[in-house]
T-cell receptor, first 113, second 113 residues
């Protein structure tokens, strides 16, 4: 069975500050890991994904995440927050094509000027 | 290119009324299709997924049902809505190879009164 835990339902940062959104997973098989972003009243958009290979994954909008197997973590970071980064972020785990992704409960990121 | 459409975008229905939400995908064949529900503070809950016409897997027993009458069409239905069915319903698709990247539609917001 697979599961995802996102630590912190709400994170607030100032514009220009580091963004760190935490995600821990549980999986009995090597996981595929994903981060999605959702703007109000819209669907989810893929930010980045880890499947195999390099453990540091770069995504869109300056975000990146590092797969740490020993810590079962896949935290999302961005060096400098922009106002436009304010949204809800979801971490997800999956493995096989044709099976559904399991999502965390989401973290709402607020960015203040 | 592939696109996914969901309708209606917004729906207000009385308790006990029926429901039909439709999702169609263009530009791909034999996609895997998914229905998720997003309720406040609960993240994304997988409701149904389908790997082919007439093949539906249900993740959560409830008064909702899904059907896939055509390869690229996925319908979410209910005979009698409950207040607890209110939420944001998201359809998604993926291909049956490689990493299981889901592409989401814009969502349908259902309010049951």
């Amino acid at each position: 069975a697979q599961s995802v835990t996102q630590l912190g339902s709400h994170v607030s940062v100032s514009e220009g500050a580091l963004v760190l959104l935490r995600c821990n997973y549980s999986s009995s098989v090597p996981p595929y890991l994903f981060w999605y972003v959702q703007y109000p009243n819209q669907g989810l958009q893929l930010l980045l994904k880890y499947t195999t290979g390099a453990t540091l994954v770069k995504g869109i909008n300056g975000f990146e995440a590092e797969f740490k197997k020993s810590e079962t973590s896949f935290h999302l970071t961005k060096p400098s927050a922009h106002m436009s980064d304010a949204a809800e972020y979801f971490c997800a785990v999956g493995r096989q094509a044709g099976t559904a992704l399991i999502f965390g409960k989401g973290t709402t990121l607020s960015v203040s000027s | 290119s592939q696109t996914i459409h969901q309708w209606p975008a917004t729906l207000v229905q009385p308790v006990g009324s029926p429901l039909s939400l439709e999702c169609t995908v263009e530009g791909t064949s034999n996609p895997n299709l998914y229905w998720y529900r997003q309720a406040a503070g609960r993240g994304l809950q997988l409701l149904f997924y389908s790997v082919g016409i007439g093949q539906i897997s249900s993740e959560v027993p409830q008064n909702l049902s899904a059907s896939r009458p055509q390869d690229r069409q996925f319908i979410l239905s209910s005979k009698k809505l409950l207040l607890s069915d209110s939420g944001f319903y998201l359809c998604a698709w993926s291909v049956d190879s490689g990493a299981n990247v889901l592409t989401f539609g814009a969502g349908s917001r259902l309010t049951v009164l």
